[in-house]
């Protein structure tokens, strides 16, 4: 693996210093890459951020409230950011009650595994429908 991404990065750096990037450099790159540990870092990073942003969310839905219990008002440049918040907490909660909903499937514990997809959104429930997949294949390799 490691020697797959240095002669990717080997092959980059080429291009760069040509400053244009050849038909087949371009398709030995497409070739070399692994989709699915693309895919598994990009996810790491989808998780991280939605981390990141729904506590960022949730913080600023705290500081609305206590702002409306002390009586002092939030700058009204940030009315489109509350509502941004509240749309992706509700998207996200929703999320969540179908990965508890479904979480039993596949051995998870339902609040633990709602609490997650609650935090990591859209990622948690295509890891769920995977895991769905592949008990579902199992179970019907089983039977037959």
Request: positive net charge; hydrophobic residues 45%; aromatic residues 8%.
């Amino acid at each position: 693996m490691k020697i797959e991404r240095s002669r990717i990065l080997g092959q980059l750096r080429k291009s760069k210093v040509s400053n244009t990037l050849s038909i087949s450099n371009l398709s030995s790159l497409v070739k070399n890459m692994n989709l699915k540990d693309t895919k598994t870092n990009l996810f790491r990073v989808i998780k991280l951020i939605s981390v990141v942003l729904i506590a960022s969310a949730i913080g600023l839905e705290i500081a609305n409230i206590y702002g409306s219990i002390t009586n002092s008002r939030m700058p009204s440049f940030l009315n489109p950011v509350f509502w941004l918040d509240r749309f992706a907490i509700t998207a996200h909660l929703v999320e969540a009650i179908i990965a508890a909903y479904y979480a039993e499937s596949i051995k998870q514990m339902p609040i633990k595994y709602g609490i997650y997809t609650f935090f990591v959104g859209t990622v948690g429930l295509l890891e769920l429908i995977e895991n769905l997949q592949a008990v579902d294949e199992t179970e019907t390799r089983s039977h037959s």
